[in-house]
């Protein structure tokens, strides 16, 4: 069974950094054609995906916040860690994490993590 | 940047109705297209991948079909689990993920 949960701050001010950890089971990403995403939900809004990273270290980010956004693996412990800098309460948003399979070019997230909601506020 | 659109954003309908929801992309992208079901305070969770293939566990009412820059999702006899937010989403232009804005199905 393949399981993924988020965790990091509930409250972060504005300015600050950013960082969430997922934590996965059930599939390891050391192995060839393994992805983890990250995707965010603003309130009442709808989905917008953030980053991946692949089995071979490759790391991908949304274009429009590429500036602000980190994505790193720890294979060993499980886990794919996400950092957002310069913080902004319009990144008010719950944040998922996602297994993202792949093939034949087709891409997709299943299953995701229950989520994490963060508030940024001063 | 391929954008995704929906429609209706409401319908309401009753259990046992067939419902369709439509996305459509603002450029060919295949069949590049996913559908996800999202109830409230909870993750998504996959529907339909590659436009039309039905993902392990899901209920055989769901359908989705369409190639190019029209989709269609069809439920075809609503139940009360089914009463949800629903998103497609774009896999075409990778590394660029875009979901449409949903579509909410609530009860009549």
């Known amino acids: 069974q393949v399981t993924l949960k988020e965790s990091g701050p509930a409250l972060v001010k504005p300015t600050q950094t950013l960082t969430l950890t997922c934590t996965f089971s059930g599939f390891s990403l050391s192995t060839s054609g393994m992805r983890v995403s990250w995707i965010r939900q603003p309130p009442g809004k709808a989905l917008e995906w953030l980053a991946h990273?692949?089995?071979?270290?490759?790391?991908f980010y949304n274009t429009s916040l590429k500036t602000r956004l980190t994505i790193s693996k720890d294979t060993s412990k499980n886990q794919v860690v996400l950092t957002m800098t310069n913080m902004d309460p319009v990144d008010t948003a719950t944040y998922y994490c996602?297994?993202?399979?792949?093939?034949?070019?087709?891409?997709?997230?299943?299953?995701w993590g229950q989520g994490t909601l963060v508030t940024v506020s001063s | 940047d391929i954008q995704m659109t929906q429609s209706p954003s409401s319908l309401s309908a009753s259990v046992g109705d067939r419902v369709t929801i439509t996305c459509r992309a603002s450029q060919t992208i295949s069949s590049y297209l996913n559908w996800y079901q999202q109830k409230p305070g909870k993750a998504p969770k996959l529907l339909i991948y590659a436009a039309s293939s039905l993902q392990s566990g899901v209920p055989s009412r769901f359908s989705g079909s369409g190639s190019g820059t029209d989709f269609t999702l069809t439920i075809s006899s609503l139940q009360p689990e089914d009463f949800a937010t629903y998103y497609c989403?774009?896999?075409?232009?990778?590394?660029?993920?875009?979901f449409g804005p949903g579509t909410n199905v609530d009860i009549k």
């Open positions: 989403q774009q896999s075409y232009s990778p590394p660029l993920f875009t």
């Open positions: 990273i692949d089995w071979d270290d490759d790391k």
């Open positions: 996602a297994r993202h399979k792949t093939a034949a070019d087709l891409n997709w997230f299943d299953p």
